[in-house]
């Protein structure tokens, strides 16, 4: 009888290319995804030691970090020169070494964690790994896919494979159904809340149970996206109808016999009753309420109805990290959360910049105003831009006062003109609160993307669920 | 890359929880398409005021640890993005071994990738380590990647476990792509036997 597997125990034993005595493996990597700022250094690399992309068709290139998104982008001038040669760089990396681009001024550019399950080089089963952290999005698909440095990609361009220690394995499981007004973000953050930023140090986590099974495609990749921000380099959903139907049809996916083949493949890709997991978290969906961070790491997390927290109520070094936190914040223990005054919004990011997070946000924005000094909504990607303009949400967003963008990363990082003045303080949808994330001195609160257009609406932070009237 | 074998040198403590890559090395420097230089800019935004004045506070702003090879650091060291300018800049700067109780996975192998030692310890070692670094320039603490030992300047010995494979690659300052392309018939024939089981990919 064969032992029994975990999903990432199958994924891994179907991409072992050679394992050594001491338990490294060479693992097999099916699609590699680069951007702009993290891969330059690697093609560089590659030049001098006069190697060449061993796979190009299985590499997939898109600037998205440093990208303007304003309507004025191809002016080039909208672009720091640095940016510039950087993006340019991209551009002649991707035609000098052969391999699939998404220039800027293709449609299809976007955010590339975005770009990749659109345009179905994403699939189910694969291994997946970038230059970004936030490769985590693609485990949507009970694919492998995690972010790696500059080295490394450097040694899957030159290779196609990455060494590796297998990890260990952790469940996280959501059982039940979520209340009204409580999202994919919310789970993701709640889970991080309970586990801390280090607790998934050393391990793949599957998300399991009925509401992850009820979540779409979209709300899954949010999940899985910050898995990176709970310490762990990989998270995973197995694949069930939902991720096959989102994957048909998709410019890459297999057609034909081969997708028959993918999908006798795909429907074995499931965790073994019985396996072992190295550790168990388990969430009651019920209990999850819509949550903001406080602070300045994701796992300062709080139901939107909390307060600011006293920093000694922590221990050990998290009491002086929480004191930094409130003071960077410019908050008081004990403040009420709702009464945290917003001057941004930012709708966007590998994380919430989907079409179903823009629905979520327009539902709420529909016939009402902003009330606040800036808000913006930045499409991940050229076509979910296109799609939301067709459905009607672009100008309920432009009626509401937002700034209606072009994909890219954005305001997530503030590496393109997108940035929070010092002292600004934002509502954004994306993963990380970091001190100057946004911009130097400014202060990040996340959310879901109904929660960002709640602040937007009140100017304050607020529990969406005041807003949903009828709806809830 | 350069070797990593033994190294004794002036430890700057910071025993901040959760210090991230985006403190380590602000995104407005990943513009770079090289990977020197960094140095300078090694966690700007608590080293410098906006206008660009060095904040007299800040440990490697101090006269003891301007030179500072070693860092001691709080829990979950690295945590955040995948940016390779983290370990870029701590190199520029002269730092070659950081000291804590846990890192962040990705930030993790990149020093390895950079000749830089990331050495995980119990709490109480990073404790007494932490204690030993602020004693400044006076105090200088000693790594031995062959023996898997970190000495303090009064001679307390702490052991660490290393992967053997990271070990050997750091002490000889090995090029791993060039050890996998040795690899090239295993390669071959991974891809091979995929074409027919999983055509698709």
Redesign the interface.
């Known amino acids: 009888m064969t032992a029994l597997r975990t999903l990432y125990d199958k994924i891994w034993d179907?991409h072992v290319?050679?394992q050594?005595e001491?338990g490294?493996c060479?693992l097999?990597i099916?699609r590699h995804l680069v951007h702009e700022?993290?891969s330059?250094?690697a093609f560089?690399?590659l030049r001098m030691?006069g190697?060449k992309v061993?796979a190009p068709e299985k590499t997939i290139a898109v600037p998205d970090?440093?990208v303007p998104t304003t309507l004025d982008r191809a002016d080039a001038a909208t672009m720091?020169e640095?940016?510039r040669?950087?993006v340019a760089?991209l551009d002649k990396n991707a035609r000098d070494f052969g391999i699939n681009y998404y220039p800027v001024s293709d449609v299809r550019q976007g955010i590339v964690h975005i770009v990749g399950p659109e345009q179905g080089w994403t699939?189910p089963?694969?291994t997946v790994v970038c230059?970004?952290?936030h490769?985590a999005t693609h485990g949507a698909f009970g694919s492998l896919a995690?972010?790696?440095?500059?080295?490394?990609v450097?040694?899957v361009l030159?290779?196609?494979?990455l060494?590796q220690?297998k990890g260990k394995n952790m469940k996280v499981e959501i059982t039940g159904s979520l209340r009204p007004g409580v999202t994919a973000k919310d789970i993701t953050l709640s889970v991080i809340g309970a586990t801390g930023?280090?607790g998934g140090?050393?391990y793949v986590i599957e998300y399991c149970g009925q509401a992850i099974r009820e979540l779409s495609m979209e709300g899954r990749m949010t999940v899985c996206n910050m898995a990176?921000e709970g310490?762990a380099?990989a998270g995973l959903i197995a694949p069930d109808e939902k991720t096959f139907a989102y994957v048909m049809g998709r410019p890459h996916?297999?057609k034909g016999a081969?997708?028959e083949?993918?999908l006798a493949?795909w429907k074995t890709l499931f965790t073994d009753e019985g396996a072992h997991f190295d550790k168990v978290v388990t969430i009651k969906g019920e209990d999850i309420a819509p949550v903001v961070t406080w602070g300045t790491?994701p796992?300062d997390v709080l139901p939107i109805t909390g307060s600011v927290p006293a920093p000694e109520s922590f221990s050990?070094?998290?009491v002086?990290?929480a004191k930094?936190s409130i003071d960077y914040m410019g908050l008081t223990a004990g403040q009420k959360l709702t009464d945290i005054a917003i001057d941004t919004v930012f709708i966007g990011s590998c994380t919430n910049g989907r079409i179903e997070d823009l629905r979520a946000a327009a539902a709420i924005l529909k016939g009402r105003k902003i009330a606040v000094k800036r808000a913006m909504v930045v499409p991940g990607s050229g076509l979910v831009r296109a799609q939301a303009e067709e459905e009607g949400l672009a100008q309920i967003f432009i009626d509401a006062g937002f700034e209606w963008r072009l994909a890219g990363c954005s305001m997530c990082?503030?590496?393109n003109p997108d940035q929070l003045a010092?002292g600004e303080r934002c509502a954004a949808t994306s993963n990380?609160n970091?001190?100057?994330?946004q911009g130097?001195?400014g202060r990040t609160h996340l959310m879901s993307p109904a929660m960002a257009a709640a602040a937007a609406i009140t100017g304050h932070l607020t529990d969406v669920r005041e807003l949903m009237g009828e709806m809830v | 890359m350069d070797k990593f074998t033994t190294l004794t040198g002036v430890a700057a403590p910071m025993?901040?929880?959760?210090i991230?890559t985006?403190?380590i090395i602000?995104?407005?420097f990943?513009?770079?398409?090289?990977?020197s230089g960094l140095g300078k800019n090694l966690f700007d935004?608590m080293r410098y005021t906006?206008d660009g004045q060095e904040i007299p506070d800040f440990v490697l702003n101090q006269p003891a640890y301007r030179k500072a090879q070693i860092i001691v650091a709080?829990?979950?060291f690295g945590?955040?993005?995948?940016?390779?300018h983290a370990?870029w800049a701590l190199l520029d700067f002269g730092i070659r071994c950081v000291i804590s109780t846990?890192?962040?996975?990705?930030f993790f192998?990149?020093c390895f990738?950079?000749g830089i030692l990331p050495v995980v310890l119990p709490q109480e070692a990073v404790d007494q380590l932490m204690d030993d670094a602020r004693k400044g320039a006076n105090a200088r603490i000693t790594v031995d990647l062959e023996a898997q030992t970190v000495t303090s300047s009064d001679g307390k010995t702490f052991a660490f476990e290393v992967?053997?494979?990271k070990k050997h690659c750091l002490m000889n300052g090995l090029d791993?792509?060039g050890l996998?392309?040795e690899?090239?018939s295993?390669?071959d024939a991974?891809?091979k036997k995929?074409a027919t089981l999983?055509?698709?990919?």
């Open positions: 179907d290319v050679h050594a001491d490294t060479l097999y099916d700022v993290t330059p250094q560089e690399g030691t190697r061993r970090h440093n720091t640095d940016s040669i950087q760089a699939l089963g694969m230059g970004d952290s490769t995690h972010g790696i440095g500059t080295s490394e450097e040694h030159a290779t196609q494979t060494i220690r930023t280090a140090t050393g990176i310490g380099r996916a297999p081969k997708w083949a993918a493949y790491s796992e050990g070094g998290k002086d990290a930094r990082l503030a590496m010092p990380r970091f001190e100057g994330r130097r001195g | 025993p901040l929880v959760n991230d985006d403190m602000p995104k407005q990943l513009k770079t398409i090289q990977r935004e906006q709080g829990d979950n945590c955040g993005s995948s940016r390779e370990p846990s890192f962040a996975d990705i192998n990149n990738k950079n992967d053997a494979f791993d792509i996998t392309m690899k090239a295993a390669i991974f891809e995929n999983h055509p698709w990919a």
